[in-house]
């Protein structure tokens, strides 16, 4: 007779309308699953991570202007209302989630195994100053573990540090996404953790394909932009590309669709309501990507796509822990007034096939040492 398989409960940022936030939470799910156990995200939404990206008439988290605007943007002119409802239909249908947890104190006692991560779950600006669900300060079982957890390079933990300390003791291991937080949580709170690759590494192009949707209307080939921060700067950049290799511009609007209004005459075709599956799609049918995100890069290299970062942070350490990590280093890298060389345009992954591969092992392998006895 089978043994019920063990249940695992996930804690990351899944309810956010951030197509990285919601494809990894869905990764973390994947990978869990695949192991063997009976997996699903612990649906904690705090109310701070919420306002970041869900729209009300007035958020007691934003101040004033930022409410004004969004008041009229979204409220009377209907700007990124449609991009809401996609990526709520991705939350709500697609993701595999508990019942709705209002606290710590809500969450059942039924979990063999919790996890938290991956995403900036312990930015102390994104978790609600620290809230003690994101480091799993809940349930009995002692199979308790971080993967791939973030603060979004924020040094956590400074005024509450014998608590956050505490926490994260109390935790079989520590798994992070970038070597800034290593070496932070070494420094800070003399403990040991290791640097894991994104959850969504961890599902192959195949697998992300099996749930991608097209998006209708587009040319075959076209040259796709990416981009969160400084849209303007990046896109900018990419139409010097595009022109280099005669591709039209495909730009996926990122924040509710009102920035790419200005961008009408550098982008062929501007997308403002692309699901997360549509959101694969594009990826995974790009000619050539341009982008200056975390999820960019790990999307562009998933399905082995020509990509650059256009680094608008030049100090963002997820983006140098992964390329340093599968051998790119910055040979795909870009900042503010390079000269384009075109002999970089082509990405020649057949020499990091051996990296890529013993990234995601180490990640999968952090996960199975964990989850021993």
Known sequence: MKSEKKKCGIVTFHSSHNYGS????????????????DAELIDFRHPQTTAMYEWTPWSPYKNWRWNLRELILRGLLGFGKKREQVFSDFIENVLIKSNRIKDKN??????????????????????GKNDPIYYLDFGTTTCKFSYAASSGSQKFGENNFILIKQFLTNLKSIGVREQFMQDYIKEKFGLHSVVNPDPTFLVDASEWAQIEKPYNGLPQKYLLVYTIQHPSETIAFAKKISQLLNLPVVHICNDRGYRALFQNKRIDYSLMDVSPQQFLWLFNHSSFIVTNTFHGNMFS?????????????????????????????????????????????????????????????????????????
Not at 26 to 37: E, N, P, R, S
Not at 317 to 338: A, M, N, P, Q
Request: glycine letters at 4%; a neutral charge.
């Open 22 to 37: 919601v494809l990894q939470a869905y990764a973390m799910v994947k990978v869990m699953q695949k192991l063997g156990l």
């Open 106 to 127: 809500d969450i059942p006692n039924i979990y063999d195994v919790l996890v938290c991560g991956s995403d900036q779950i312990w930015n102390p600006n994104a978790s």
């Open 301 to 373: 290299i998933i399905f082995r796509k020509n990509f650059i970062h256009y680094a608008i942070n030049p100090n963002d350490s997820r983006i140098s822990t992964l390329h340093e990590t599968i051998g790119f280093k910055d040979k795909k890298i870009y900042h503010i007034g390079d000269t384009i060389n075109q002999s970089q345009l082509k990405t020649d992954y057949t020499n990091h096939e051996k990296e890529i591969t013993s990234y995601i092992k180490n990640g999968i392998d952090f996960i199975c040492n964990n989850l021993k006895d």
